[in-house]
């Protein structure tokens, strides 16, 4: 394939997962040899990561006449946009009035039910725009729901090899991210009370920040709980001892468009739970390396940990193994990125004008003026 110029909107910088998504897919177009522009709508503690790789972003405000205007006047002809996450839905928006190649790579769920309802002109562009990516299977029956163009490319985690122990006397279950309500931990903490009662040899041990009105009343509730153990929140080193420490990881989210933790569990080899809900359970197959159970429902999630308790928990970790090498890894997802590439060079926008893109108001005046002099 030819050198292709390539650009892609970012909501912000922020070191979350929808930018560092998007630096992985930044990388994979330049390691196949394409040139890639990024712009921004925010800032944010990711800006060095995207110098660091060798890019030269740029912030633009978030406002459709200075996108359009930026766009217009670039001495730049691009063969594909790809704009990320509903943020920069006015960035769609204009550059899809040309006649160039748009993606919409759409990475919420609740969010964009509540923006339906919120936003008329996000609404109305979203229910008919042509061309939307998103990075799970749920969230694909989401955003289903407003319309049926929407294809999807699964999030991938990079492969840290890690060291499998085997499974000791004691089953410790684990928790990890942010300790808030649409994460489900109460359902999670209710599941382990109620199995602890039949089985005295389990542990749950929850990491995250919990310095907020739902986790403190989740940590008051649990305060003479002795085999339940608030970490706090863990970092780099530290988040792969929490993996090392744990045989089980349990992702009770209520919705979570593609809950990265999830593939990071397959990646280190422990036993997944998660909800139907959680994105990222693409990674789980029934009975095999875990079980994915009904959301809100502490019964379903407890009968899951008993059933991993009467398990070969040791093979399961195995398994787990083997759907990251098969689901999981940024090689495959970089595979199917360049195939979305490949796949969009001629699915151009309908009904885009059909003009040249870039042009100048100076040199059309200057040729209007050769034609009448």
């Not at 912000?12 to 394409?34: E, M």
């Not at 800006?47 to 790789?53: G, K, N």
């Not at 006047?73 to 550059?95: Q, R, W």
């Not at 599941?191 to 009662?197: D, G, Y």
Request: overall charge positive.
């Amino acid at each position: 394939m030819k050198q292709l110029k390539i650009l892609l909107i970012s909501h912000d910088f922020t070191v979350t997962g929808a930018p560092n998504s998007l630096l992985r897919q930044a990388k994979y177009f330049k390691s196949a040899g394409h040139e890639v522009d990024i712009w921004s709508l925010g800032g944010g503690g990711l800006l060095p990561r995207y110098i660091e790789a060798g890019f030269s972003p740029i912030i633009i405000e978030n406002r459709a006449i200075v996108i359009d205007s930026i766009f217009r006047n670039m001495n730049k002809k691009y063969d594909f946009i790809l704009c990320n996450t509903i943020v920069t839905y006015k960035a769609v928006k204009v550059l899809s009035q040309y006649n160039t190649p748009v993606v919409w790579f759409v990475r919420e769920t609740q969010l964009v039910d509540m923006w339906m309802e919120s936003t008329p002109k996000f609404a109305a562009l979203f229910k008919k725009f042509y061309n939307i990516y998103t990075v799970s299977p749920y969230a694909a029956r989401v955003l289903k729901k407003y319309n049926k163009n929407v294809r999807i490319i699964k999030n991938a985690i990079e492969d840290l090899n890690p060291k499998v122990k085997p499974t000791g006397g004691k089953i410790v279950f684990g928790y990890i991210g942010s300790i808030i309500e649409v994460k489900g931990v109460d359902f999670l903490i209710d599941a382990f009370v109620e199995l602890s009662k039949q089985n005295k040899n389990i542990e749950l041990r929850i990491a995250g920040n919990y310095d907020n009105p739902y986790g403190q009343e989740l940590r008051q509730k649990t305060k003479d709980i002795k085999n339940i153990i608030w970490v706090g929140e863990v970092q780099c080193a530290e988040k792969c001892k929490f993996f090392d420490g744990i045989d089980v990881l349990c992702v009770p989210s209520l919705d979570e468009p593609c809950a990265l933790t999830v593939i990071e569990g397959a990646m280190a080899s422990k036993v997944l739970i998660a909800s139907e809900n959680t994105g990222g359970n693409y990674v789980i197959k029934n009975g095999s390396n875990g079980y994915i159970v009904k959301t809100a429902d502490s019964t379903s999630l407890m009968q899951a940990m008993a059933d991993v308790c009467k398990a070969d928990i040791d093979a399961m970790k195995a398994a787990s193994r083997q759907m990251y090498l098969k689901h999981g890894t940024t090689s495959r997802e970089k595979r199917d990125v360049l195939r979305m590439l490949h796949d969009n060079l001629d699915n151009r926008p309908p009904n885009a004008e059909k003009l040249p893109r870039i042009f100048s108001l100076n040199k059309i005046f200057v040729k209007l003026k050769s034609l009448f002099s």
